[in-house]
């Protein structure tokens, strides 16, 4: 079992940046890859970012890479996604994810994920 509790959101202007944080626990959570998610109303979660459980191996979507970082400290049990250059589209809430079981692939798909995050707003003004 895996808890995830994202924090770091809020409001920023067009071109400005944020960091988010997602914090694990659960004695194995070092051990699973992790991922970055986004939902807007009416449209399905998106995949933004994943990564391996040591952190080696990244994954980006085509609208963030570049953009977006993904990264984690095991050591610290946490995750992290730096926003640069944000734009109005990235306004969402924005949710951190880990699959069912570790040490497996890195997916990027919103069904191959078990454990979520209670999600945080992101809001970029124009």
């Known amino acids: 079992q895996v808890q995830l509790v994202e924090s770091g959101g809020g409001l920023v202007q067009a071109g400005g940046s944020l960091r988010l944080s997602c914090a694990a626990s659960?004695?194995?959570?070092?051990?699973?890859?992790m991922g970055w998610f986004r939902q807007t109303p009416g449209k399905e979660r998106e995949f933004l970012a994943g990564?391996?459980?040591?952190?080696?191996?990244?994954e980006y979507s085509s609208s963030v890479k570049g953009r977006f970082t993904i990264s984690r400290d095991n050591a610290k049990n946490m995750l992290y996604l730096q926003m640069n250059s944000l734009k109005p589209e990235d306004r969402a809430v924005y949710y951190c994810?880990?699959?069912?079981?570790?040490?497996?692939?890195?997916?990027?798909?919103?069904?191959?994920?078990?454990?979520w995050g209670q999600g945080i707003q992101v809001t970029v003004s124009s």
């Open positions: 994810a880990a699959p069912q079981s570790p040490y497996g692939i890195t997916p990027s798909t919103s069904s191959e994920y078990e454990y």
């Open positions: 659960g004695h194995t959570s070092s051990f699973y890859s």
């Open positions: 990564i391996s459980w040591r952190g080696g191996y990244q």
